[in-house]
C-alpha cells in the first residue's frame, strides 16, 4: 500500500515553467513504476510522462517530448515532472500514480497503474 501526495500546481502564462512533485509513504517505493497523467475538463485521463523503478528508463507522450522531464529520488520516495514551454493545452488536473513492478519496465496506461493521488491543478494561460 502506497500514499500519493501531489505538489507544485498553480497558474503560469504560456511559455513558462513548472515543476510538480508526487511524495510516497512507505519504504519501498524503489519496488514501484510511478507516472504522471493529466485530464483536462470534459475529457479523459491521459497518459503525460512514466518512470521505471531504478529511475533509468523514462517514457514521455509525443504531446511532451522536449517539454517536459520525469525523475525521481527513491531515498526522497519523490517523483518529479519538470514543464517547460508551457502551453494552454497543458491544463488539467496532474495526477501521479504507481505500481508495483518485479521488472524495469515503464507503465503508460491507466489501467496498468494501481494507486493514485488526488492530483494538482496545472493552469496555463494564453
Known amino acids: 500500500q502506497v500514499e500519493l501526495v501531489e505538489s507544485g500546481g498553480g497558474l503560469v502564462q504560456a511559455g513558462g515553467s513548472l515543476r510538480l512533485s508526487c511524495e510516497a509513504s512507505?519504504?519501498?517505493?524503489?519496488?514501484?513504476?510511478a507516472g504522471w497523467f493529466r485530464q483536462a475538463p470534459g475529457k479523459q485521463r491521459d497518459f503525460v510522462a512514466g518512470?521505471?523503478?531504478?529511475?533509468?528508463?523514462?517514457s514521455l507522450a509525443d504531446s511532451v517530448k522536449g517539454r517536459f522531464t520525469i525523475s525521481r529520488d527513491n531515498a526522497k520516495n519523490t517523483v518529479y515532472l519538470q514543464m517547460n514551454s508551457l502551453k494552454p493545452e497543458d491544463t488539467g488536473v496532474y495526477y501521479c500514480?504507481?505500481?508495483?513492478?518485479?521488472?524495469?519496465?515503464?507503465?503508460?496506461?491507466?489501467?496498468?497503474?494501481?494507486?493514485w493521488g488526488k492530483g494538482t491543478l496545472v493552469t496555463v494561460s494564453s
Open positions: 512507505g519504504r519501498t517505493f524503489s519496488s514501484y513504476a
Open positions: 500514480a504507481a505500481v508495483v513492478r518485479l521488472s524495469q519496465a515503464v507503465v503508460t496506461t491507466v489501467d496498468g497503474m494501481t494507486y
Open positions: 518512470i521505471n523503478k531504478s529511475g533509468g528508463t523514462t
